[in-house]
């Protein structure tokens, strides 16, 4: 099914808002201005607004949204809360939005700016649950792309619109693709979890029971911020914070379960898949502790729990060195350890 243009919907009007964008920003000082400044293009400053939304900060991020604000009244407002993490941030801006889409943009990341106006002009003529655009990893240096890029969306033909069954584990968009229906995030009725790393996951899943249509755009939208000191993705981040990832994946799994009698199959498959995948990150930060740390004991653990509540889930992995865990029996686990070393320094 190629795009066609939505139907006119009742109570429609010209200044309707197309897509909403939340910054979550905490301590973003050094790079907030920038990220504004991306979302900035005569052609869409009257169809986008941006909540700034300011998780109790304690640098100059509200005052940088502040000046936003004032210049440019009709696109940036700021939200001043309580802080309660990145959760809290996107939740705050899913009670919040005015727009028809919906899409997060993190306070130290930034669009391309010519693509979000694609992306824009594109929304405007849709009527799709989720738009995954492609999206680059930037170096924090030099601010230029690095090695590592993904391309999810790959096999999937840009600008059709596929049902979920045809894209159920084949692809997962993340956080960085995702714009979806503002009427999604509230039909869920979910709440994601606040003062906890690692929630980008429950944002992109708990609509799954609710989405039945999506789209691929190959322009690469968001720039995501590679490399910055303390980020959460770095190894020995993931490491210090395992509980937080630990407890984001049985949040999943509980979900799934939970939800399953209403999900239909692809629904189930997609979630599912996404769980395996969050498994597989489990286990890859157990096997970056050193040796003689207990991790193949926690190893074995959870993948015993996951294959006895949630079979699909645990079929679904994919991952040479979890496969060679489990034909091992765990045995294997000191050679995986071992091959681990030396790799990137994140996921």
């Known amino acids: 099914m190629l795009i066609k243009n939505k139907k006119s919907r009742k109570g429609s009007h010209m200044n309707e808002k197309v897509l909403t964008v939340v910054v979550p920003s905490y301590n973003v000082e050094a790079y907030l201005a920038d990220t504004l400044k991306s979302f900035i293009h005569p052609d869409i400053m009257e169809e986008v607004e941006v909540l700034i939304v300011n998780d109790e900060s304690t640098d100059s991020t509200e005052e940088i949204g502040r000046s936003f604000e004032v210049r440019y009244p009709q696109t940036f407002r ?4 309580k802080n309660g993490g990145h959760g809290s941030t996107i ?15 993190d306070g130290d990341d930034w669009v391309d700016t010519e693509n979000f106006r694609k992306l824009v ?3 405007k003529r849709l009527d799709v649950d989720v738009v995954g655009n492609n999206y680059t990893w930037v170096d924090h240096e030099t601010k230029l792309p690095t090695k590592r890029q993904e391309r999810p969306f790959e096999g999937f033909e840009y600008g059709r619109i596929y049902r979920l069954e045809d894209v159920a584990g084949k692809t997962l968009i993340n956080i960085h693709a995702m714009t979806i229906k503002t009427e999604i995030l509230r039909k869920m009725k979910m709440k994601i979890d606040e003062h906890m790393f690692y929630v980008d996951m429950e944002y992109v899943l708990f ?32 490491q210090a914070n395992l509980k937080n990832h630990l407890h984001v994946l049985l949040r999943l799994e509980k979900y799934a379960e939970r939800m399953c009698g209403r999900m239909t199959p692809a629904q189930r498959r997609y979630m599912n898949g996404a769980i395996g995948e969050l498994l597989t990150s489990q286990m890859k930060i157990y096997i970056s502790f050193p040796l003689g740390s207990g991790m193949r004991r926690k190893t074995m653990a959870l993948d015993a729990f996951i294959k006895n509540r949630n079979p699909e889930a645990y079929a679904s992995v994919k991952n040479k060195a979890v496969w060679l865990m489990r034909r091992s029996r765990f045995l294997a686990f000191p050679v995986v350890v071992l091959a681990f070393k030396g790799r990137r320094n994140s996921y």
Do not use: H
Not at 212 to 236: A, H, W
């Open 121 to 123: 002009k594109m929304l």
């Open 207 to 238: 609509p799954i029971p609710y989405v039945d249509t999506c789209l691929f755009l190959e322009p690469s939208v968001y720039c995501y911020r590679l490399g910055r000191p303390n980020q959460s993705m770095s190894i020995k981040k993931m």
């Open 91 to 105: 939740n705050r801006g899913i009670q919040e939005a005015a727009g028809r889409y919906f899409k997060v943009v």
């Open 78 to 81: 700021v939200i001043t809360k």
